[in-house]
């Protein structure tokens, strides 16, 4: 299974920015997922294996930006224009591109992501 380390979570004001990182053991298609309190799963954005192809959930596009650099095995999440009902606990997550936690093989720790008002 590849192994997952994110960072780059913390507070920010409602229309700021943040960016999340998650560096992989090995390079495969990702996604990354959040989570509020009370709430389930839900997806956010994937990447392919390539790169060559982005997926998004209708509440952030336009807003967020999923990326990677391949020499890195790190996949990206720009956040901007961020609004508090973005807030929840960050996870990256290895193995697909779809919008179904369960086709995923492998998930990072979790990172806080707060926004305020």
């Known amino acids: 299974q590849v192994q997952l380390v994110e960072s780059g979570g913390g507070l920010v004001q409602a229309g700021g920015s943040l960016r999340l990182s998650c560096a992989a053991s090995?390079?495969?298609?990702m996604g990354w997922f959040r989570q509020a309190p009370g709430k389930e799963r839900e997806f956010v954005a994937a990447?392919?294996?390539?790169?060559?192809?982005?997926y998004y959930t209708g509440s952030v596009k336009g807003r967020f930006t999923i990326s990677r650099d391949n020499a890195k095995n790190t996949v990206y999440l720009q956040m901007n224009s961020l609004k508090p009902e973005d807030t929840a606990v960050y996870y990256c997550a290895a193995g697909s591109v779809t919008d179904t936690p369960a086709t995923y093989n492998s998930w990072g720790q979790g990172t806080q992501v707060t926004v305020s008002s």
């Open positions: 090995g390079r495969t298609s």
């Open positions: 990447i392919s294996w390539s790169g060559g192809s982005t």
